[in-house]
């Protein structure tokens, strides 16, 4: 994914415009997508990302890396920055996932990273759900363009958040699966002599029966 975003640089400076690339795990910011060539002005692994929802302004997004950097950025408009919030998680899973696949790690830690994608997604239908009420309930009546847009978005969002709860539903019974697993509860094999021993005695006892029986 690629695109204009806003990026705050200072208060002398203000919000400019970047140019921001998101491949292979890596988001890169360049002045323009004309200088693209000629190297990026910073970049940062999508792993090692917190990726925040701004509670107030629905075109703001935070980018933390703890204890190293933070960055402000501002879409275009609320349909931007979702497609930008839901790209950026998505490929945090995904990395984090596989990563921690492919390094033996237990089911417990893959969902971790997807309790902090479904925290992501939750963030912002509490931001979009607000907006449609406000929307609704506005006196005089709603527009029913912005409204449109409102419910749009906040139905893209439950999607996402559906699909993601459902990954962590399949995590959770694969976990369960594996603890709950039948045991191998069958006995070692007789040695010979103790088996030849059983036997026998069994036989006499059977004999011995028979006899009183009789």
């Given at each position: 994914m690629e695109g204009v975003l806003w990026k705050w640089t200072n208060y002398w400076s203000g919000w400019q415009t970047r140019w921001f690339v998101l491949e292979n795990g890596v988001l890169s910011y360049y002045n323009s997508q004309e200088e693209v060539n000629q190297g990026c002005k910073g970049s940062m692994k999508v792993s090692a990302l917190e990726i925040n929802v701004n509670p107030v302004d629905s075109t703001r997004m935070d980018l933390v890396i703890p204890g190293e950097q933070h960055i402000y950025l501002?879409?275009?408009?609320?349909q931007e920055r979702q497609?930008?919030?839901v790209t950026l998680g998505t490929t945090k899973a995904c990395i984090s996932t596989r990563s921690r696949k492919d390094s033996g790690?237990?089911?417990p830690d893959i969902l971790?990273?997807?309790?902090?994608?479904?925290?992501?997604?939750?963030d912002l239908l509490m931001q979009q759900v607000h907006t449609?009420?406000?929307?609704a309930t506005k006196e005089g009546g709603p527009e029913i363009q912005i409204l449109d847009e409102a419910t749009s978005l906040l139905g893209a969002t439950c999607d996402t958040f559906i699909k993601t709860l459902e990954e962590?539903?399949?995590?959770?019974?694969?976990?369960?699966?594996?603890?709950?697993?039948p045991a191998d509860n069958s006995l070692p094999p007789l040695p010979h002599n103790a088996s030849k021993s059983r036997g026998n005695k069994s036989v006499?006892?059977?004999?011995?029966?028979?006899?009183?029986?009789?």
């Open positions: 501002r879409a275009a408009n609320a497609q930008w919030l790690e237990s089911n971790k990273v997807k309790k902090s994608e479904l925290r992501l997604y939750c449609v009420k406000t929307e962590c539903i399949k995590i959770v019974n694969t976990s369960l699966s594996d603890v709950s697993a006499s006892h059977i004999v011995r029966s028979t006899s009183v029986d009789k």
